[in-house]
């Protein structure tokens, strides 16, 4: 295996932002936009059921959207900055009325 230092002037650059590439093969649907769009792991639900040629009703499902479709996604929406606050804010509710004896543990153990 070659070390760390072959590939550092080769390969990446300094500049380089590694990014995911995603690739939805014999789709039965055709994208309304195939570049440029801002999306995260939460779109790729709907996204993939769409792929197979499942109607997603208003191309949202939870919190992600059809990447098909015309539809903002969040990120798109309100920026990736405010959506990622919003996520991971605390809720009250949730903690106690969800996630119950868990968060307790969770809570204890810090």
Known sequence: MQSNEYYKDKIIGENFQRVTYNAFLNSSVKPSKEKKRSFSNL???P???ASIG???PGNRLGLG???YSEESTLF???GISYV???LSRNSI???TKILKDDYMELR???
Do not use: A, I
């Open 43 to 45: 779109d790729m639900f």
């Open 93 to 95: 509710f949730y903690n």
């Open 108 to 110: 204890d153990s810090k």
């Open 65 to 67: 959207t059809n990447l």
């Open 76 to 78: 798109e929406k309100y």
């Open 84 to 86: 990622n606050h919003e």
């Open 47 to 49: 996204t993939l059921l």
């Open 54 to 56: 499942v109607e997603v």
